[in-house]
């Protein structure tokens, strides 16, 4: 029963990094979560089969099904996050330090007013 719940707590998981809109590509993300929450279905129902008291030769085929589907979902969902958090990680870098050599400016309009000269 614990591992059900364990198991919807990884989908919650999934469904997290899908909603900071982070990873990037988006396309590799989805289908990393799409595999991911698969597998963690899958693992839902061997939960539900060792609680429904079946052999162990009924469960562990669908328990060593779920295993490669969560990994390589997570793996992929992961690689996306990390690939997009580096690209946003080096945009932040660049704008900052165009900032403070000072070839970064506003365009006439756009600053806020507390940035604009009186």
């Given at each position: 029963?614990?591992?059900?719940?364990?198991n919807?707590?990884?989908?919650?998981?999934?469904?997290?990094?899908?909603?900071?809109?982070?990873?990037?590509?988006?396309?590799?993300?989805?289908?990393?979560?799409?595999?991911?929450?698969?597998?963690?279905?899958?693992?839902?129902?061997?939960?539900?089969?060792?609680?429904?008291?079946?052999?162990?030769?009924?469960?562990?085929?669908?328990?060593?099904?779920?295993?490669?589907?969560?990994?390589?979902?997570?793996?992929?969902?992961?690689?996306?996050?990390?690939?997009?958090?580096?690209?946003?990680?080096?945009?932040?870098?660049?704008?900052?330090?165009?900032?403070?050599?000072?070839?970064?400016?506003?365009?006439?309009g756009?600053?806020?007013?507390?940035?604009?000269?009186?």
């Amino acid at each position: 029963m614990l591992w059900a719940v364990a198991n919807v707590g990884m989908i919650g998981g999934a469904f997290g990094l899908l909603a900071l809109d982070v990873a990037r590509p988006r396309w590799l993300a989805v289908l990393g979560a799409a595999i991911n929450i698969l597998g963690n279905l899958i693992r839902i129902v061997a939960s539900a089969l060792i609680i429904a008291g079946v052999g162990a030769d009924v469960y562990t085929p669908v328990v060593l099904s779920s295993m490669p589907l969560m990994m390589f979902g997570m793996g992929a969902l992961g690689a996306a996050t990390l690939l997009g958090l580096a690209l946003l990680l080096v945009t932040v870098v660049a704008g900052v330090a165009a900032i403070l050599s000072g070839e970064r400016q506003a365009a006439e309009g756009y600053a806020p007013r507390w940035l604009r000269a009186s």
